[in-house]
Nanobody
Framework: QVQLVESGGGLVEPGGSLRLSCAASGSIFSIYVMGWYRQVPGKQRELVANITNIGRTNYADSVKGRFTISKDNAKNTMYLQMNSLKPEDTAVYYC?????????????WGQGTLVTVSS
């Protein structure tokens, strides 16, 4: 089971920026899909953005144009650049690794990092 560790969360004012990092314990080159999810108390965890093994990206409508997902295979790290942050972006952000339908490996989740957008 690959281990994932998120970092980069914190308190930021509306309109500000943060960059989240997800460091993996091993190679991420072959991971089918990696993604960022977020969750607030009382609501279900939702997809923010993901990126496939061939570099295709997908974003939730609520973050399109503001967030950018990327990964550095050499550093075994995935990133989420968050710009123009809004109070509605406040949540615990989780990193996920999905090995795909041809693998028996279980999906992996990080422990989460808290992002608070407030003035």
């Amino acid at each position: 089971q690959v281990q994932l560790v998120e970092s980069g969360g914190g308190l930021v004012e509306p309109g500000g920026s943060l960059r989240l990092s997800c460091a993996a314990s091993g190679s991420i080159f072959s991971i089918y899909v990696m993604g960022w999810y977020r969750q607030v108390p009382g609501k279900q965890r939702e997809l923010v953005a993901n990126i496939t093994n061939i570099g295709r990206t997908n974003y939730a409508d609520s973050v399109k144009g503001r967030f950018t997902i990327s990964k550095d295979n050499a550093k075994n790290t995935m990133y989420l650049q968050m710009n123009s942050l809004k109070p509605e972006d406040t949540a615990v952000y989780y990193c996920n690794a999905d090995w795909g339908p041809l693998s028996t490996r279980l999906d992996a989740w990080g422990q989460g990092t808290l992002v608070t957008v407030s003035s």
